[in-house]
């Protein structure tokens, strides 16, 4: 095993603040040696560290044993975030690099976007005039164009950095310009046979415009109606199912790579605050299989994955997986898909694994998962929360982790549906908070779990076998190879004092430091 490079993120409960934020340790030493110590390690001598490397407690990475592929790490530009790059920031093109930048930022690969409005925008808008267009004839993208597109953008040409181009892909900093990205990513896109560049997009709409529904609402529910709920009317599945295939063509068209696709975002929770729409498994199933899927085939999109539910592990109406279940018994839904989308809101990760242990050649991606001060706050409780869970999620089959919002300001916003309907900000946190008053930009916790995957476990890459001993409380991991031939461990310590550790590759045992309260990638050539 060659040297190590250790990289570790860890906060304080008290007022001296962050420690260190993805800070770089080199590993050199091959035992209990002092070369082979973090610098918190050296500061802090005990008697532990006189043990040998054999006794230490350990976690076994075993890179023969290959489970999922990674196709990416991210989270959602939504109109709201686009709206905070584009006239809040101080230095915006800086805020790309840190977030898409592989070599100077984290490197984020995916993207979530929402198909219309979501319940983070300015102010409602629609792709579609206001009453029923059957036909689409005044089918218009200006508002994604003018606000969402050109964040995009900029985030495609800050990810395709130092990519030569004698492979088909764009070096941003050679051709900076819009017509040369676009040029640049849609080659690289347009065959789905070759090994796809640049970002990648799931596509996932929070509802139909409001006359495709029931209730005539883009709500979920309307306050004055509450048990009307809004569902797709069934003469309108075949143009719900054009309205989605113009929205990926267009994303197309300038440029990137439409990775997958999602009916509709959170099927069991229509409701009164932001845009929803309600599906059953049997709508849901008719819907892909007899419109969207072949409506994609048509016009030349069909190696966009298409991916059910979209939603938490668990539901009050769906619990353990349930609608997944029903959904995958109806045989055409079950072709036309390759595989589910899923929340971290509600149940455990491991309904993942049980519904990959029945239908295994079925993909499996988290699709949301947001930060907020509903749950834990930061910046420590940030930092531990969120990294066991999306450790959960990758332990338990998911090809993909994408968080919310990329950015959000000070009060959680904007968050136009929040304040109309609920009379209170969403306090729902960002990747990155923007002080609107300031221009200023802090870096959440939030951001620095999802760098600690997207900064180097690129997409292609595989998740493998890691099993701990049963003596590292507090201690939960996850494995990767890289078609580099590297192996990334990616760990976070739970326990207040610092847990020194072995790991082991084949018969190489290499110690190391995993610091208090801490979140660690380590990386080794294999």
Known sequence: MNGMRMFVT??????????????????????????????????????????????LPR???????????IDGFGASITEATGDLWAHAVND???MIR????????????????????????????SFVRRWPDKRLRSLRFTVEEQRILPMLEAAQAASLRDVERDDGRLDARRYASRTAIRAAARAATQNAGQQRQGLRIIASPWSAPWWMKTNLSVLGRRRAWPHCVGR???????AYARYLAAFVRLYRDHGFDVFGLTPVNE???????????????????????????????????????????????????????????????????????????????GGSASVMSRIHERWPNKGIWMTEASGGDWGPRNWEAALLGMSGRVIAMLRNWAQCVVL???????????????????????????????????????KNADYYVIGHFSRFVPVGSRCVGSVASHDIPGVHHVAFLTSDDHLVLVANNEDAAAQRIAIQDGCEL?????????????????
């Open 10 to 55: 860890q906060a304080r409960d008290d007022d001296s603040g962050l420690l260190r934020r993805m800070e770089g340790i080199e590993v050199l030493g091959a035992g209990g040696s002092a070369a082979g110590m973090t610098p918190w390690a050296a500061e802090n001598p005990s008697s532990a560290y006189a043990a040998s490397t054999d006794t």
């Open 59 to 69: 976690i076994e990475v075993d890179a023969a044993k290959h489970r999922q592929r």
């Open 92 to 94: 915006p093109d800086q």
């Open 98 to 125: 840190d977030l898409f930048d592989p070599i100077d930022g984290i490197g984020l690969s995916m993207l979530r976007q929402p198909i219309g409005p979501s319940d983070h925008v300015t102010r409602p808008y």
């Open 232 to 238: 797709l009317r069934r003469s309108y599945y075949d």
């Open 267 to 345: 099927p069991d929770n229509a409701q009164a605050v932001w845009p929803s729409m309600a599906m059953n498994p049997e709508e849901q199933a008719a819907f892909i299989a007899e419109y969207l899927a072949p409506r994609l085939q048509t016009e030349g999109l069909g190696e966009v994955n298409i991916m059910c539910w979209d939603h938490n592990y668990s539901t009050e109406r769906y619990p353990e997986g349930d609608f997944v279940k029903q959904f995958y018994a109806h045989g055409g839904a079950l072709q036309a898909t390759a595989g589910s989308a899923w929340h971290y809101y």
């Open 404 to 442: 919310w919002n990329i950015a959000l300001d000070t009060d959680g916003g904007p968050d136009y549906y929040y304040l109309r309907h609920d009379r209170q900000h969403s306090r729902n946190r960002g990747l990155l908070t923007i002080d609107r008053a300031s221009g200023v930009i802090t």
């Open 510 to 526: 290499r110690p190391i430091e995993l610091p208090p309260r801490s979140l660690s990638t380590v990386v080794w050539e294999h």
